[in-house]
C-alpha cells in the first residue's frame, strides 16, 4: 500500500485560481440560435439535419471551437503517456506508486482505470497534470498531450493545460466545493479567471453550464449545503467542464452516490462526451461503473499495468488472473450465482515490490519464472497483457485453471 | 432459507410460546420514528415544531434465527434509523419491536438494556472512526466486557483472544498489543467484529460493514460473517445501499422507501421477480461488470429526480412522483404490502391484481389490536 493519501489534493477552484488567464469562450449555442433562426419549418429540420451531421463530426475531431495550442500535432492520439513513473518520497523509503505506466487515450474516448486503493490509479491521474502532494514526483516517462510532452513542462507552463485541456472531477463534492461560495460563482470563477471573461458573461455561461449538467439555472444562487449529493456532483461536472477541456478525468466520480443518482450522473457523462466529443478517463475501483461507461479499461495492480484493452474483451474474456479474480469477487446482480471469490492475501508494499510479477505472491497461477522475471507487456487482439500465462508468441487464450496444484485459497489467514 | 441450530437457552425462551410455531428473533410491528423540526433557538425554548421528519413511518419486520436479511435502501429511506432501533440507540415515536416475543420497547436505561445489548450488537459503516487510536486492540474488544461486568483482569485474555481468532486475526496474540493505525482497513473492521463476536450475540445488525473497502477485502469480510452465521448461529440484520451485495449475501431483502417497506421476500423472488416498479427499476439500474447490451440498457429504468426528503412525504403511494407507471389511485391511497405469494410482498397497486389481497401480515394485527403503542410522540 502506498504511504501518502491523496485526501486534500487542491481545490478545483484554487486550482483555477492559480491558473493562467487565457483563451476564448466557447459555447454551442451559437449553432443552436442558427438553427431557430431559420424560417420554416423544412428549413429549421435542414438546419438542424446540418448540425447533426456536423455534430457527429466534431464528435470525431472534438467539438470545441478554440484553436489548438500552438505546438499541438493534430495527427497524434490526444494523450500518450509512456513509461510513467511516479515515485513518493518517506522518510521510511521511497513508495514506487506508479512503475511504469503506458497507455494511450484517443479523440473522444472514455478509458477505465481500474485496481484496488494503493494501485496507483490516482495517482496515474494526478501526474498527468503534476497535481501530485508535495513529496510526489514523476521521476520518469513523458506524458504527450496532442504531441507536447507535459513532463518537460515548468509548473507556469503547465498551467496553460491544467483545467483548460485537462480537467478533474473528484470525487465527495462536498469536500471539494467551497461551502461559503455560491455554486454559480464557483463555476463562474475559472471562466472569469482563467478565460479572462467579464464577470456578467462568466455568470451567463455558469448558468448554461448547469443547464448542461441538469440542474436549473435559478439553483445556482444555492450554496453547496443546499444541494442533494447529486446535485453537488452534477455542479462539480459543470466545473470541471467551465473552461471547455479537452479531457476530463472523474476520480471516483460516483462513489459515495446512491445507486439511482449514480445511474443519473453515468448517463449524463455518457450524454456530455458525446454532445462535446469529449474524452474520459474514469478512475474508479468499481468495475461495473466501467462496465457501464468506458470503451477501454486499464487493470492496474501494485503501480503497473495489469491488462488493458476493450471493456468487452477485458471483461469478456479476462487472461490475467487478477483481472479474473477480480471480476469474481464482485457481486453481480445479474448473474446466476450467488457466490463471491476471495482474493487471498493483500497487495505488497511498494516501498519494497516483490521482484518478477507483483501479483505472484496472490496468484492460484504462479510459476517459478513469475517470482523472478517481470513479465513484458503482450499485446493480444488489442489487449495488452502482463502476465508470463501469456509469452510473446503464444496464442493468448485465456487460460483459467491455474496449472499444476492450485495454492490454497481458503479465507482462513489474515492478510499479513 | 438455511436454519442453523443453536444450542437453546430455555431461560430465554418466552413461557407463551406454542411449541408449534417459532417465534421470530426479532420482530418490528408498525414501527415509526418522526424526529420533530424546531427552527432556532425560539423553537426549542417553547418547544415549537414547525415540522416532522417522518424518518421510518410504520414498517413491520421479523427476523428468525440463523436468517441474514438485508435491508436496501438509498439514503433518507430510513433503513439505518430502523437498525439503530432495534439496537436501541434511537427511541422510537410509534411502534413495538419485540425480541423473541417480548416487548422490549419500553426498555430504557443502561442497566435495564445490558441483556438485551449483551445479545444484540451493532457493527458501524467506518472501521476509522469506530475505532480509538488510543485504545490498543485488545483494550477495546475487551471494553464490552466490562463494561457489562462479564469478566475483568486475567479473565478477559482467553476471551478477547478467541473472539480475535473468530473474526479472522490470527494468531490473535500478534494482533491484541497492536494499535488501530497498525492493521489495515479490512483488519479494522475484523476488530469491529471481534468486539461485536466477543459478547457472543444472538443477532448483528451491520450497518454497511463493507462500504468502505475494497473488492476483495469486502469479500473476505462477506465470507467470514457468512461462516460465523453457520459456526455460531448468529442472525443478520444487514443493512446497505447496494441491492448486488444484499443479493448476494441475503436470504431476505427488504426494499425500503422514504421510510416504508415498499416490498419484502426472498431474495431470489425480490430479484428476479420485483413487483414494486421501485424495487424493479433499482434492480434495472444495479451495475454489473458486465457491459451493458443495447437490449439491456433499454429496458433500464432510470428514475428522474430524486428521494424527496422525509418531512414532505408525498400523499398516496409515497414513491408515486417518480413511478413510471403511476396511475390515479396512487395519488390518493397508499397501498399496503400485499402478499403475491412464496413469501414476497409488494406495496403496490399493480401487485394487488390476480393475488391473494391479504392485508399485510398478522403483525399488523396485533400491533393495530394494542390499543396502547409505545409512544414518545413529541408534545
Known sequence: MSGPTFSSPMRPDESARALESEGRLVGDESIR????????????????????????????????????????????????????????????????????????????????????????????ALSLVRILPSNGKVVEGSIKLMGIDLVGKSEKALRRYR????????????????????????????????????????????????ELVGIPRERGKAYPHELSGGMRQRAMIAMALACDPAIVIGDEPTTALDVMVQAQILQLLEDLRHKLGLSLVLITHDLSVIAETCDRVMMMYA?????????????????????????????????????????????????????????????????????????????????????????????????????????????????? | MTEVARQSEPATEPATESAAEPVPLIEVAGLEVHFPIRRGIVDVLRRRVSGVVRAVDGIDLSLNRGEVLALVGESGSGKTTTGRVIVKLTKQTGGRVLFEGRDVSMLWGASKLRPYRRRVQLIFQDPYETLNPKQSIFDFVAEPLVVNGLAKGEERVPRVLAALEAAGLRPASDFAYRFPHELSGGQRQRVVIAGALVMDPDIIVADEPVSMLDVSIRTELLRLMLDLRVERGLTYLFITHDLSLAWVIADRIAVMYLGKILEIGPAERVIRSPRNPYTKALVSVSPSPVAPTAGERARRTILEGETPDAAHIPTGCRFHPRCPVAFDRCKVDEPPLFDVGGGQSAACWLAEDGELPVAPTTLVATAAADPTPTTTRPA
Open chain 1, 33 to 124: 440560435d442558427e438553427a431557430d433562426g431559420a424560417g420554416s419549418q423544412d428549413a429549421a429540420s435542414v438546419a438542424r439535419a446540418a448540425m447533426d451531421a456536423e455534430a457527429a463530426e466534431v464528435a470525431t475531431t472534438r467539438g470545441r471551437r478554440w484553436t489548438l495550442p500552438k505546438d499541438a500535432d493534430p495527427n497524434v492520439p490526444l494523450l500518450v503517456v509512456e513509461n510513467l513513473r511516479t515515485y513518493f518520497t518517506l522518510e521510511s523509503g521511497t513508495v514506487k506508486a506508479v512503475d511504469g505506466v503506458s497507455f494511450t487515450l484517443r479523440h473522444g474516448e472514455a478509458l477505465g482505470i481500474a485496481g484496488e486503493s494503493g494501485c496507483g490509479k490516482t495517482t496515474t
Open chain 1, 163 to 210: 483545467w483548460r485541456q485537462i480537467s478533474i472531477v473528484f470525487q465527495g463534492a462536498m469536500n471539494a466545493l467551497n461551502p461559503v461560495q455560491r455554486v454559480r460563482d464557483q463555476i463562474a470563477e475559472p471562466i472569469e479567471e482563467r478565460l479572462n471573461q467579464s464577470p456578467d458573461v462568466a455568470r451567463r455561461r455558469a448558468g448554461e453550464l448547469l
Open chain 1, 303 to 416: 503501480g503497473r499495468v495489469a491488462e488493458e484493452g476493450p471493456v468487452s474483451e477485458v471483461f469478456g474474456r479476462p487472461r490475467h488472473p487478477y483481472t479474473q479474480k477480480l471480476l469474481a469477487a464482485f457481486p453481480n446482480i445479474h448473474a446466476d450465482r450467488r457466490t463471491l471469490d476471495v482474493i487471498p492475501g493483500s497487495p505488497p508494499d511498494l516501498r519494497d515490490p516483490p521482484p518478477g510479477c507483483r501479483f505472484a505472491p496472490r496468484c492460484s497461477f504462479a510459476m517459478d519464472v513469475c517470482t523472478e522475471v517481470v513479465p513484458p507487456e503482450v499485446t493480444f487482439d488489442g489487449v495488452r497483457v502482463a502476465c508470463h500465462l501469456y509469452p510473446a508468441g503464444s496464442d493468448g487464450t485465456p487460460i483459467t485453471v491455474p496449472p499444476g496444484p492450485a495454492v490454497d485459497a481458503g479465507v482462513a489467514a489474515a492478510p499479513a
